[in-house]
């Protein structure tokens, strides 16, 4: 078996992890207003959104970060990636920002166009949503033309942020072109399903957006499976894994359109 030497997300690119890692003590002190602040906006609590994308970009530059190891040396450290990289952290960044703002001021970051300026902020928002996942696309294909290490491995890799990225944005760009992300319920946050809030009464354009751009995970953790079975030149169970996520996707993408819900 080929000795996989990646130990840490700094390995792959320490910029990204280091952001990461910042996101996810971000959730220190929101999870202390969270505690402390009574405040609801859409039923919840104003800090639920600004936790939920701190916790979900400081996953997303994570695992770019650590995917990218797996991209040759050479490409890995030259100018595209570095630029690509910037392209990623300064997106992530404003998203953070953005929706902690508009939470502190018990506001909507999405699906307000009340003034100019939130209309304008949520058109940027859209901007950054867009660099996120085609940078990360990109990067996959990146990985999938200038591997290394482990081919299941590098191929998981490569796939997962590829389809992911596609997947992700899809969905996301038809949720933002809707008045909201509720189809056929009432909208309201409140009654969701626990923790991730998925709507109960009708259907939720967020559950098919959050499997797409999980693929990102799902598909280098099963190549890891793979890889530690030593099925390290059988991937068609990778890309059976890729078909199964990608239908999974559209599945829930058609029952949310259809005004049913997950569960």
Same mark, same amino acid.
Request: proline letters at 4%.
């Given at each position: ?32 207003? /969270? $505690? ?29 970060? $650590? ?12 100018? $595209? ?16 920002? /953005? ?11 999405? /699906? ?9 902020? /949520? ?63 009432? !909208?309201?946050? !409140? ?31 099963? !190549? ?40």
């Amino acid at each position: 078996m080929t000795r996989l030497s990646l130990k840490t997300p700094y390995e792959g690119n320490r910029w990204l992890a280091a952001t990461g890692y910042f996101f996810a003590l971000c959730l220190i002190p929101t999870g202390l207003a /969270y $505690l402390l602040d009574g405040r609801q906006f859409n039923g919840i609590s104003v800090w639920i959104k600004p936790m939920k994308f701190q916790a979900s970009l400081a996953v997303h530059l994570l695992t770019v970060s $650590l995917l990218l190891a797996f991209l040759q040396e050479e490409k890995r450290f030259g100018r $595209l990636i570095f630029w690509l990289s910037i392209t990623l952290i300064t997106a992530g960044a404003f998203e953070v920002l /953005y929706v902690l703002w508009q939470g502190a001021q018990a506001s909507g970051s999405h /699906y307000n166009l009340s003034t100019p300026f939130t209309r304008v902020m /949520y058109s940027l928002m859209g901007v950054g949503a867009v660099c996120l996942v085609a940078v990360s696309a990109w990067i996959g294909v990146l990985i999938l033309r200038h591997p290394t290490g482990p081919k299941v491995l590098a191929t998981g890799a490569g796939l997962g942020l590829l389809l992911g990225g596609i997947l992700g944005g899809i969905t996301g760009a038809w949720m933002s072109a809707q008045p909201g992300h509720w189809v056929g319920g009432i !909208a309201s946050d !409140a009654g969701g399903l626990p923790i991730i809030g998925w709507a109960r009464d009708g259907g939720d354009l967020r559950v098919a957006h959050f499997f797409g751009l999980h693929m990102m995970q799902a598909l280098p953790l099963l !190549a890891l499976v793979l890889w530690t079975l030593r099925r390290q030149t059988g991937r068609v169970p990778l890309y059976i894994g890729a078909i199964l996520g990608t239908l999974l996707t559209l599945a829930t993408f058609v029952q949310a359109i259809a005004g049913r819900p997950f569960l």
